[in-house]
């Protein structure tokens, strides 16, 4: 049998191995599980991994401001950190280089002279899309954080999955209608160019294999590396730093501008804040993908109807009953309510020793 003392060597040493491994320095004092005067970090282990709590954490020499509200979570196995990043500046570069990236893919392929039909602009836009998280994970590699943790991948935090992934294809199909109706408001009112999609599809004549690739694009290709470098990596780890408000509209309004349309910056941006409480409230882009996925494939599906039809698409200058509108409207808040109530936390969905986040 084991003395008192042998036990707290042991648990000594198993200290001394994490702190190490990890590159966590412990504080200071007596005692660390528990600080008296309730203002310093606190460590806590639960599972295989252990938790930094307080308005300030050390990890790796990185720290997050006092305004955090997400603690440090450090894998025991791996000695990953899974923290809150980026911050606000390291999101607008790195979307910079991912805008470089794309451009230089298309001047590559604009030389291979695959942009000149349907079939290479479609498979163009299908890898190009693919920068964005790409350039995401060069940067999470880098810095050593958890992968799956910081493009918030897991399973959604809620008691039925599924019907939480469920009303966010309700939420994008309902964005449809009002979205339209914005930008043909606005239209009239700004400059605006033509739609390259729409001018492949009456005037390209293309092949159903390079529809087919097109729809896989712009239906899931796109949404897909969106939300992972968008909502996933870029507004989950900032609103653990700045808080959700802040985070939603900073990532809303860099990602209505990178889609360089003037007529659909409002629609998109309102686009994204709704991808942005979808993803708040679960802790997970799945919802968010089901979303945008649905809202992207609404409009190719009803683009290739005119398509295989042989009319020419309806005018974007003739109105939308407000009615419609007015509906659509109505049942996105009717859904988004039903959200909010599918993902209030339960103790079924909160585990020790995992990283925590505000529900907002």
């Given at each position: 049998m084991d003395s008192r003392d042998d036990r707290q060597d042991h648990g000594s040493q198993d200290d001394d191995a994490f702190e190490s491994s990890s590159g966590l320095d412990a504080p200071e004092g007596p005692s660390a599980g528990a600080n008296d005067e309730g203002d310093g970090p606190s460590l806590s282990a639960g599972g295989a991994h252990a938790s930094v709590e307080g308005p300030v954490g050390h990890a790796s020499g990185f720290e997050f401001p006092r305004s955090g509200i997400s603690?440090?979570?450090?894998?025991r196995a791996t000695g990953l950190v899974s923290m809150p990043y980026p911050t606000l500046w390291v999101f607008a570069g790195l979307l910079a280089l991912?805008?470089?990236?794309?451009?230089?893919?298309?001047?590559f392929v604009a030389g291979l002279g695959w942009s000149k039909d349907a079939l290479g602009l479609s498979i163009m836009a299908l890898l190009s899309s693919a920068a964005w998280p790409a350039v995401a994970a060069l940067a999470i590699r880098f810095k050593k954080r958890d992968m799956r943790r910081s493009f918030a991948v897991g399973w959604l935090r809620a008691d039925n999955p599924w019907l939480v992934v469920v009303l966010g294809v309700l939420a994008g199909f309902l964005m449809v209608l009002p979205a339209a109706w914005l930008e043909q408001t606005i239209r009239p009112h700004v400059p605006h160019a033509s739609n390259t999609l729409l001018d492949i599809l009456e005037r390209g004549h293309p092949s159903w294999f390079a529809v087919s690739i097109m729809a896989l694009a712009v239906s899931a290709g796109a949404p897909l590396s969106e939300e992972l470098f968008f909502r996933g990596f870029a507004f989950s780890g900032m609103k653990r730093l700045y808080g959700s408000g802040i985070a939603a509209f900073s990532v809303s309004f860099l990602f209505a501008v990178v889609h360089l349309s003037w007529s659909a910056m409002a629609p998109i941006f309102l686009l994204s804040l709704v991808l942005c409480y979808l993803v708040g409230r679960a802790d997970s882009i799945w919802?968010?993908?089901?979303?945008?996925?649905?809202?992207n494939g609404v409009q190719m599906a009803a683009w290739i109807g005119v398509w295989l039809k042989g009319t020419k698409p309806p005018s974007q200058d003739?109105?939308?009953?407000?009615?419609?509108?007015v509906l659509s409207i109505l049942l996105l808040g009717v859904v988004l309510f039903a959200y909010r109530w599918a993902t209030k936390p339960s103790r079924s969905t909160t585990a020790p020793g995992t990283i925590g986040s505000s529900i907002s």
């Open positions: 603690p440090i979570v450090i894998d991912a805008v470089v990236v794309q451009i230089l893919f298309a001047l919802p968010s993908v089901a979303a945008h996925m649905t809202y003739e109105p939308m009953p407000i009615e419609a509108v």
